[in-house]
């Protein structure tokens, strides 16, 4: 399964985007879907995570700003970013969580003051 994220872009702190990550297979086996991101000169940190029961997790920066889902069906993730900060800018990546697919090439966000 390869992962490519998209929907990345330049925005105003305060707005908003919404990055889709699509599988080039079916992600339906994959318990746990996750977004990833990594700053500049920063370690690549896990962000959010869904199961495919629904349940799922926040990193602590983003919780009650940032919604995950998934769509077996089409296999894709999504990740719903609203009230973005200066400090979300980053490359964002998908993956499972625990991690054991290939990186995909990631969507850069850019967060302005």
């Known amino acids: 399964v390869q992962l490519q994220a998209s929907g990345g872009g330049l925005v105003q702190a305060g707005g908003s985007l919404r990055l889709s990550c699509a599988a080039s297979?079916?992600?339906?086996?994959?318990?746990?879907m996750a977004w990833y991101r990594q700053a500049p000169g920063k370690q690549r940190e896990l962000v959010a995570a869904?199961?495919?029961?629904?349940?799922?997790y926040y990193a602590h920066s983003v919780k009650g700003r940032f919604t995950i889902s998934r769509d077996n069906a089409k296999s894709t993730v999504y990740l719903q970013m609203n009230s973005l900060k200066v400090e979300d800018t980053a490359v964002y990546y998908c993956?499972?969580?625990?991690?054991?697919?290939?990186w995909g090439k990631g969507t850069l966000v850019t967060v302005s003051s």
């Open positions: 297979g079916s992600i339906f086996s994959i318990n746990v």
């Open positions: 869904v199961a495919n029961g629904g349940s799922t």
């Open positions: 993956n499972a969580d625990p991690v054991f697919l290939g």
